[in-house]
């Protein structure tokens, strides 16, 4: 985060004697080009004038008392229904995904695409598994990435099957190739 200074004193000049902008004008100027992400910021350059931005992005938290991530607002949940291979729509960056719940035999692996405006080509998807898994028995897998989904395997690992319906938690992050 740059330097947030203040609004320079009413008895400091704009222009100096050199007949450039004076240093304690071009930090704050050059602060809120900074600030407003150079100019591509939702924040403006008025909304900065009433008091710096200390509120997360839409949808976005972070802070000394809470970790990085989205807040609330930002997530959905979603149960599949008919088989660990059904597909999901569930259009918001972060949220839970219930799995079918069946037996699942041993060294078996499901897979299903999630749906997602959300989600872009370029984006990076984070899964793991939240609850109700027969505990250490499944690996779980992004395989693909696409504009509007992305593809998730799922792999009991174990010699024996398991019965449960477990429940991912999944968080997108934007990201780019150029």
Do not use: H
């Not at 992400?37 to 949808?59: C, E, F, H, K, M």
């Not at 990076?124 to 109700?132: E, L």
């Not at 504009?147 to 997108?172: E, K």
């Amino acid at each position: 985060m740059p330097n947030i200074s203040n609004i320079p004193s009413a008895r400091v000049p704009v222009i100096d004697e050199k007949g450039v902008m004076s240093r304690q004008w071009y930090r704050y100027f050059f602060n809120l080009f900074n600030l407003t992400n150079a100019g591509s910021s939702p924040t403006s350059a008025d909304d900065l004038a009433l008091a710096p931005q200390t509120d997360a992005p839409q949808g976005l938290s972070y802070g000394p008392s809470y970790p990085i991530g989205y807040g609330n607002g930002a997530g959905s949940t979603v149960t599949q229904i008919t088989s660990r291979n059904t597909d999901v729509t569930i259009n918001t960056v972060c949220g839970q995904i219930t799995l079918f719940s069946t037996t699942v035999a041993a060294s078996t692996f499901n897979s299903f695409t999630v749906n997602s405006t959300a989600i872009k080509a370029t984006s990076v998807v984070i899964i793991n598994f939240a609850s109700n898994t027969t505990l250490n028995s499944y690996d779980v897998t992004i395989t693909a990435v696409a504009d509007g989904s992305f593809r998730v395997q799922i792999r009991n690992f174990i010699l024996t099957a398991s019965a449960d319906a477990p429940v991912l938690n999944f968080a997108i992050l934007s990201a780019v190739n150029v």
